[in-house]
């Protein structure tokens, strides 16, 4: 061996550490513990089964489709005549994350309210029943007349030529208007919706189709979907 | 002994960076995807369970439900307009299975497939419907 390395301090007897090396690697050591806890915190927060954005369209297409939302006339059964007038001041009543959120509610692809202009994010789709009332007219056969169930009302015009006195009308038996002298005029029968109606005609003398005339509204369900899509 | 040594401090500096990131990949690899198609699912299975007890009967009994499940009899009479009127109400991408007292309707549920459950309790015992991704 030849002597000292010239780069070694005096007195030194053997290599020693240079402090450039512990600095380095110090630098070094701290950017690979940031990045992996940087890395170890967004796997953590991608594996968030509940991120907000679900939650908040998880929970306000509850809110849509539940009995009491100012959409629904039944727990998932929605009243057609409320979903067009639906809106983003109604909708912001409904769902307070629509203040925070970009929220964009569709009815089977048409867009019934918006708060804010979602471009993607998070979709929650619900299986609805769309109800419509559509008002249905009705000339009784004979002397009897069937109304189908579901409809709670129905309007029965009696319009009787000369020599015909119609004079009592019942609802599966029971007497609902009775007049003995004859019936004439516009009149609102009340019906039970959970069972079909046979309304019967008590005539005395020929009874023409023209004399009735009967109008209801039947409530048709359609199934429809509707969407709820946060963007936060 | 009068050599140089080897600087130690960069061999603990790749020693501990290996160690600190086979740490971190655990976490980015380990970590199952979230499963997003789950909430959806229990929605559509939720769905189908409230318009389904909430629809009136066809022929006699409260709801369609109970009256689906009132017998065996009032089942097997039952069970094809039962099984039209679900796969009516669910997606045409959504496949169930509806289990009751007296025998189920559906297909049958393939192994290791995410599923959204519901359960109706009625008068004649439980009503389970389980919906899954065709």
Do not use: C
Not at chain 1, 90 to 117: C, F, H, M, N, W
Not at chain 2, 71 to 95: G, H, M, T, Y
Request: net charge negative; charged share 20%.
């Amino acid at each position: 061996m030849t002597g000292r390395e010239p780069n070694h301090g005096p007195g030194s007897q053997r290599g020693q550490t240079t402090l450039p090396a512990v600095g380095l690697a110090l630098v070094l050591l701290t950017a690979v513990t940031a990045l992996s806890v940087a890395m170890a915190d967004s796997a953590i927060t991608g594996a968030d089964r509940m991120p907000d954005e679900r939650r908040a369209a998880a929970a306000t297409a509850d809110r849509l489709v539940a009995a009491d939302s100012p959409l629904g006339e039944r727990a998932n059964v929605l009243n057609g005549s409320q979903t067009t007038a639906f809106g983003e001041a109604k909708l912001r009543q409904v769902a307070p994350p629509a203040e925070e959120y970009a929220i964009d509610v569709t009815l089977d692809g048409d867009r019934i309210a918006s708060s804010g202009d979602p471009v993607d994010g998070t979709t929650i789709r619900r299986l609805v029943l769309l109800e419509r009332l559509r008002t249905e007219r009705l000339v009784p056969e004979g002397s009897t007349a069937t109304i189908p169930r579901r409809a709670d009302a129905a309007t029965v015009t009696i319009s009787p030529p000369d020599g015909t006195a119609i004079r009592t009308v019942r609802a599966n038996d029971r007497v609902v208007l009775h007049n003995d002298s004859g019936l004439e005029g516009t009149f609102e029968i009340a019906l039970v919706p959970s069972r079909t109606t046979t309304l019967r005609f008590q005539t005395a003398g020929a009874l023409p189709s023209s004399a009735i005339r009967i109008v209801y509204d039947a409530p048709r369900t359609t199934k429809a979907t509707l969407s709820v899509t946060v963007d936060a | 002994m009068r050599r140089a040594q080897l600087p130690l401090s960069l061999i603990e500096v790749a020693l501990g960076a290996m160690l600190i990131l086979s740490v971190a990949f655990g976490f980015a690899l380990a970590t199952p995807a979230p499963e997003t198609s789950e909430p959806q699912l229990a929605a559509y299975a939720e769905d189908t369970a409230t318009i389904l007890t909430n629809e009136p009967a066809r022929h006699d009994g409260t709801t369609r439900l109970a009256e689906v499940v009132a017998s065996e009899r009032s089942f097997e009479r039952e069970r094809d307009a039962f099984e039209r009127r679900i796969s009516r109400i669910l997606p045409e991408n959504v496949l169930f299975r509806v289990e009751t007292p007296h025998g189920s309707v559906g297909t049958a549920i393939p192994r290791r497939v995410t599923t959204g459950t519901a359960t109706v309790p009625t008068g004649a015992g439980t009503v389970r419907i389980e919906v899954w991704y065709a």
